[in-house]
C-alpha cells in the first residue's frame, strides 16, 4: 500500500490562481519531501520538511506538516502556466534512506 | 557541474534480452537510489547502493534484477531476460549523504531511460 497518497488526484486552475495539494501518510516520518516532475522528464526537489517543523516556505511554494494528523499540504501561490505538472509527495522513514512516494497530482494551470 | 547522468535515455529490447542502464550521480556523491516508474504511477523503490556495496535491496524483484555501484565508473542496473511487465521509466537519484541523515537529505534525480520491452 501507498505511504503516501495525494489528494487531489488532479487540479485545472488559472494563471494567478492557488494551488493546494494535500498529502497523507501512514507511519511516523522522518521527513517529508515535495517533488515536481514534467511531462517526459526527471524529478526536481521543491522542498523538505522535516517532522519537527510545522511549516516552511520557498519562494511562491509554502508546505505545512500536521505529524498529529499524518498530513501535509503544498500551496504555490499565484500560479504560472510553468508550473503545469505532475507534483509528488515522499516520506523518509526512520533510518531508511529510501524515498517512498504517493502517486501524484497532475496540476494543470491554464493560460 | 553536471546533474545526474542517465544513459541511454530510450531503451528497447526484445523480450529475453539484457537490459543495461547507466547512472552517473553527481561528482562527489556516493550514495545511490534507483527507481521504477510505471505509467501514471509514483515511483517505486527498488535498491540504495553506496559505493560498492548495497544498503537496501528490499524494492527488488528476487530474480533477473541486479544493480551495482562500482569504485569506478557509473551504477549499474541490469535486467536479464527482460519480459514486457518490465517496460517502464527507470530513474536514479543520487545524495551526498542517506536522505534519512544530516542536513543534505535531498534526492537529486536523472532524467530517467525509458525501457520498452517488445
Known amino acids: 500500500s501507498q505511504q503516501g497518497e495525494e489528494d487531489p488526484q488532479a487540479l485545472s486552475i488559472q494563471e494567478g490562481e492557488n494551488a493546494t495539494m494535500n498529502c497523507s501518510y501512514k507511519t511516523s516520518i522522518n521527513n517529508l519531501q515535495w517533488y515536481r516532475q514534467n511531462s517526459g522528464r526527471g524529478l526536481v526537489h521543491l522542498i523538505l520538511i522535516r517532522s519537527n517543523e510545522r511549516e516552511k516556505h520557498s519562494g511562491r511554494l509554502r508546505v505545512t506538516l500536521d505529524t498529529s494528523k499524518k498530513s501535509s499540504s503544498l500551496l504555490i501561490t499565484a500560479s504560472r502556466a510553468a508550473d503545469t505538472a505532475s507534483y509528488f509527495c515522499a516520506t523518509v522513514i526512520g533510518g531508511r534512506s529510501k524515498l517512498t512516494f504517493g502517486k501524484g497530482i497532475t496540476l494543470s494551470v491554464r493560460p | 557541474n553536471a546533474g545526474v547522468m542517465q544513459n541511454p535515455r530510450h531503451l528497447v529490447r526484445r523480450r529475453g534480452q539484457e537490459a543495461r542502464l547507466r547512472c552517473s550521480p553527481v561528482k562527489g556523491h556516493s550514495h545511490v537510489y534507483w527507481y521504477r516508474q510505471l505509467p501514471e504511477e509514483g515511483l517505486k523503490f527498488m535498491v540504495y547502493l553506496q559505493k560498492e556495496n548495497i544498503i537496501d535491496e528490499s524494492g527488488m524483484p528476487k530474480e533477473r534484477f541486479s544493480a551495482e555501484f562500482p569504485k569506478e565508473g557509473p551504477s549499474i542496473l541490469r535486467i536479464q531476460q527482460v519480459v514486457r511487465g518490465d517496460s517502464a521509466a527507470y530513474f536514479c537519484?543520487?545524495?551526498?549523504?542517506?536522505?534519512?541523515?544530516?542536513?543534505?537529505?535531498?534526492?537529486?534525480f536523472g532524467q530517467g531511460t525509458r525501457l520498452t520491452v517488445v
Open positions: 537519484a543520487s545524495s551526498p549523504s542517506p536522505t534519512s541523515q544530516g542536513r543534505n537529505t535531498e534526492a537529486f
